[in-house]
């Protein structure tokens, strides 16, 4: 069976290869950054986020338990999920019309807008609900749930108050058991 640390570090290197295809500039982190607290100067911050903002973070929010078959055969046996939540950050750029804006790059990268050619991350987790490692099994959230779960999408604001620094945010849920 799998780690925590295992399953985490290997979602980690696949989700940040999923990121790179759309801007290779993306970093992607599993620690908890004290960079981020509002508040930081601007260059701090940046020094994590990049500029323009292409950054993700995957953080630990805990355990489930699940009851489930991941070899195919008749042994159902009890799973300990492990729980995070998912953030990407992408720079705002303001533009005149939806097709020269950061939005539009943005909602490409989340959802598939622009093809098979750079899959949008989310539909890529979808399908691709199985990994493994050595040779042990894990996947991308429970049988019975999207493989992402509680996705939410808005704006996010680096900045102090007068002074906003807005990115586009896409956060989400997702279980590795």
Same mark, same amino acid.
């Given at each position: 069976?799998l780690?925590?640390v295992?399953k985490?570090?290997?979602?980690h290197?696949?989700f $940040?290869?999923?990121l790179?295809?759309?801007d290779?500039?993306?970093?992607c ?9 509002l @508040?930081? =100067?601007r %260059?701090t911050?940046e020094?994590?986020t ?7 973070s995957?953080?630990?929010? @805990?355990?489930?338990v699940?009851? *489930?078959? $991941?070899?195919?055969?008749?042994d159902?046996l009890?799973?300990t @999920?492990?729980r995070f ?6 720079d705002?750029a303001w ?14 990268? =989340?959802?598939?807008?622009?093809g098979?050619?750079k899959?949008g991350?989310l539909?890529?987790i979808r399908e691709n ?7 042990d099994?894990y996947?991308f959230? $429970? ?8 996705? %939410? ?8 108050i007068g002074q906003p620094?807005?990115?586009h945010?896409l956060?989400?849920e997702i *279980? $590795?058991?």
């Amino acid at each position: 069976m799998l780690t925590f640390v295992q399953k985490r570090d290997d979602f980690h290197t696949y989700f $940040l290869a999923l990121l790179q295809v759309h801007d290779s500039t993306f970093a992607c982190d599993v620690l908890e950054r004290r960079e981020l607290v509002l @508040g930081l =100067a601007r %260059e701090t911050r940046e020094r994590v986020t990049g500029n323009p903002v292409r950054y993700a973070s995957i953080l630990d929010i @805990g355990q489930t338990v699940a009851d *489930i078959d $991941l070899e195919g055969d008749d042994d159902v046996l009890d799973y300990t @999920g492990h729980r995070f939540e998912v953030r990407v950050f992408w720079d705002v750029a303001w533009a005149s019309t939806y097709a020269l804006s950061s939005q539009k790059l943005f909602e490409e990268m =989340a959802y598939n807008a622009s093809g098979d050619l750079k899959p949008g991350i989310l539909q890529s987790i979808r399908e691709n609900r199985q990994r493994s490692v050595s040779s042990d099994v894990y996947q991308f959230g $429970l049988p019975s749930q999207d493989a992402v779960i509680d996705v %939410e999408r808005g704006l996010w604001d680096f900045g102090d108050i007068g002074q906003p620094e807005l990115s586009h945010y896409l956060k989400f849920e997702i *279980i $590795l058991v």
